[in-house]
């Protein structure tokens, strides 16, 4: 009786032990990670057109694009219709569910007008940490190639020419789990030499 009951203790503690080994590793493979973000520009006495176009991947399927233009124009806004000074845009949440999910928030800012303007991105993204990785890209002209960013400065654009910043969010390893993050676009846009 003593040796069946031993036999069935070590039964039961290696079942259970198994069950809680398997809920780990299910655990450890579940992901929860949520990014929201934003895009907004305020503009001065410029004439430009501003796009957002927000891409995620998530999951092996990459979500159709989210596309938004807005145009501005500060002097005479009946010119232009929907003319507008400030605008702000905020995308639905991003929920990553294994590794490389991503999303690639694209920004162009094009100058519509006969004189040359200022862009300056002012750009919030989560650190390289706890499996998350970003990056940004800075690009400049009328076919807008890679290109050098001054903080203080921002990009000078002549006419037809855009700036363009590319915000990438790659969830790079699942042995983190980060809650969530918010990133964010701003852009000022103001007539060069004002």
Do not use: H
Request: proline letters at 2%.
């Amino acid at each position: 009786m003593k040796r069946k009951f031993k036999l069935f203790a070590t039964i039961a503690s290696l079942c259970l032990c198994l069950a809680l080994m398997a809920f780990g590793v299910y655990a450890a493979s579940t992901v929860k990670y949520t990014a929201s973000g934003s895009v907004s520009f305020e503009v001065s006495d410029v004439f430009v057109t501003m796009t957002s176009k927000l891409e995620a991947t998530v999951g092996g399927t990459k979500s159709a694009d989210v596309d938004d233009s807005q145009k501005s124009y500060t002097g005479d806004a009946t010119k232009v219709p929907s003319a507008t000074t400030e605008y702000s845009k905020a995308f639905e949440a991003v929920k990553f569910t294994k590794t490389g999910d991503n999303i690639v928030l694209t920004v162009t800012i094009k100058n519509d007008g006969a004189s040359a303007v200022n862009v300056k991105f002012t750009v919030s993204k989560p650190e390289n940490v706890n499996g998350i990785t970003s990056a940004v890209a800075y690009k400049k002209g009328e076919t807008p190639t890679e290109t050098t960013y001054q903080e203080a400065t921002g990009l000078q654009l002549a006419t037809k020419e855009s700036a363009v910043v590319v915000l990438t969010i790659t969830l790079a390893n699942m042995e983190y789990t980060v809650e969530s993050t918010n990133y964010s676009v701003v852009a000022d846009v103001a007539r060069a030499n004002a």
